[in-house]
């Protein structure tokens, strides 16, 4: 519940900290860790809290944990928010998956929110990255609850490439259309359940328009 912001020099030492804790406790390249926080601002981050238990986080480290990755992500949220499915690639099995918390604080291009989505699909970074930069568009920057802003967001996507195969370029593969298709059904579903969660919401309404000229 600490946003880590407005805290100057001393937050970022806090992230380097914490970077370089959990790159030697899980054998991995610092520049590998991205760090997301969330909640008081200008308050300092006790980092040495969270040093202190990444040891036991890395040895409970389970493929099988998506659930309580979702609710230790939780802040004002009522309930944990995750998406995914299977899918076909080109013959192989492939897996598209997704968390997010936020209920409260969230107005167009994010706020308060945290997403985080994996495949195991092998895309190529640059591909990836304007695969989420179009997702995004069209799911998480459209959710509106209360109007406020904040100084935190984030929506990662990762693409750990263990389903094989040679790697995605383009849009030109005929892998790619499919894989797109399957992230933006998880980003979607993950947007409406933030919008179903919203601080003090009791009702959820689809208006379905058609014959814009436009999005």
Known sequence: G???AFTGDNGRKSVEAVAAALAKAAGVPKSGIWLASTGV???ALPHDRIEAKLDALVAALSPAAVEPAARAIMTTDTFPKGAGETLDLGGVETHVAGICKGSGMIAPDMATMRGFLFTDAPVERTLLQK???TIAERTFNCVT???DTSTSDTLLLAATGRAGGPPIKTLRDARAKPLM???ERAAADLAQQLARDGEGASKFVTLRITGAKTD
């Open 181 to 183: 298709e399957a992230l």
């Open 41 to 43: 601002i200008g308050e």
């Open 131 to 133: 695969m989420l930069s």
């Open 2 to 4: 600490n946003a880590n």
């Open 145 to 147: 609850v209360d109007g």
